[in-house]
């Protein structure tokens, strides 16, 4: 059984920056891909960043482009997402989750194991 525990949520002002942390338990493959989603009431959820937890290769949706950063600690089977220059926008529900399957990086529908999430608020 896999657990996936989010972290690092906040209040920010625009223009500031926080990291959200990961922190997975539980047996699954290196091969896997982790991700980051977002979710705003009313919406589906969003695919936001991925990474190959092997290959180390990441995946952004167009808007984060050079603003967010994915980045995975094998070692303490921790995913982290840095967000800088955080805008109103970015607000929602942040989601981690892992699938076994490969090419659907960024697709919500193909992951199998999921947070909790935590709650990000940027205000202007």
């Known amino acids: 059984q896999v657990h996936l525990v989010e972290s690092g949520g906040d209040s920010v002002q625009a223009g500031g920056s926080l990291r959200l942390s990961c922190a997975a338990s539980?047996?699954?493959?290196?091969?896997?891909?982790m991700g980051w989603f977002r979710q705003i009431p009313g919406k589906g959820r969003e695919g936001i960043a991925s990474?190959?937890?092997?290959?180390?290769?990441?995946y952004y949706v167009d808007s984060v482009k050079g603003r967010f950063t994915i980045s995975l600690d094998n070692a303490k089977k921790t995913l982290y997402l840095l967000m800088n220059d955080l805008k109103p926008e970015h607000s929602g529900m942040y989601y981690c989750?892992?699938?076994?399957?490969?090419?659907?990086?960024?697709?919500?529908?193909?992951?199998?194991?999921w947070g909790q999430g935590t709650k990000v608020t940027v205000y202007s």
């Open positions: 990474i190959y937890l092997v290959s180390g290769n990441t």
């Open positions: 539980g047996d699954f493959d290196v091969r896997y891909c």
């Open positions: 989750a892992l699938t076994p399957e490969l090419g659907w990086e960024l697709s919500p529908a193909r992951y199998q194991f």
